[in-house]
């Protein structure tokens, strides 16, 4: 059976057999990131001279794929992360998704894949999150984070842009990514390894970036630690960002310092968000080349008073070691009289932003569905 779209051009076709309340409230209890995913997916497809065409929601299911399709061998793909949020009043939003369509369509220019216009980006999303509302938490710290993915399905064993092209968007019910909020991590700093080159795709979300960084991230965790944070691969130097997240640091007179986006680094929707924060609470805020040796000479003197990790998944979660083979520096213990941390402070002011606690004064905000009546 076929319905009408819930936006002009996304096709629903309900999945019969959804997941039962119960079933539905088992697996949002306490979900372990990207494990439990929702009752529907959107799905587009691309293919050259025609363009995008077959806009559906449809249930969730493995998708058949040739074993040549072109992603699974030369990773012609490019992603996307975002949250929807349950507010108080039953209402659903999502936060600055027009940003996150004009990343995956500068992802998509960079991996020569058709662009997804915003249009279409966000009537999968805004689609798929009303199909499956049911699966936004209302729960405090919960939401709904959604993963759009456009993946090159072509078979062909050609090392050229594919001919066929889909687009994915799946939903995963999600709490924290990294430890509870207010704990500080332990980061690794990668010696070996570089995440991005000057020229290449570390200013794009694609999952070559991810692939590399998994071997760093497994000796991260043999360390220990639960991110691998690397330094720029010319000179191996500055600090650029963590596996899946940006990096801030705090000084003790409440200015922030940031790796700037020099080509090699994502340029994170959260980032962004933060630094606006920052600079509206009227602290100066340098995005500028971080050498390691000044994080770290820094949190050793006491002039560096903060780290810590934001991104979509991660929020903001505070830092407090960067360890090394030949490293091993704490952030300076905070006491009472210190008041909360600026890492706090912003991880409180953002989300109270996205759950419609607080005033929106940028406009980040959208309705998705709206407060029910009555
Ligand atoms: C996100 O924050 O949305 C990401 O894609 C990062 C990943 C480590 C989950």
Redesign the pocket.
Known sequence: METQAPTASFTVIPNRRPATDEERWLAMEDPV??KVFTDHMARATWREGDGWADRRIVPLAPIPLHPAAAVLHYAQQA????KAYRWADGSIKLFRPEANAARLAASCRRMALPEVSEEDFLAAVEGLVEVDQNWVSGTDGASL?L?PTVIATEASLLVQPAAEVDLLVTASPVGA?MGAAGEGVSIWVSRGYHRANPGGTGDT?TAGN?AASMLPQKEAKEHGCSQVLFLDAREDTYVEEL???NLVAVRADGSVLTPRLTGTILP?V?RDSILTLLRDEGRTVEERDIALSELVEGMESGEIVELFAC????VVTPIARLVSDDLDVSVPERSEDDGPSVAETMRVRLTDIQYGRAEDPHGWVREVVPAPEG
Do not use: I, P
């Open positions: 990131f990207g992603f996307e992360g975002l984070y993963r990514y979300k991810y596996g899946g997240m994170g959260t991104g979509t998944a991660a």
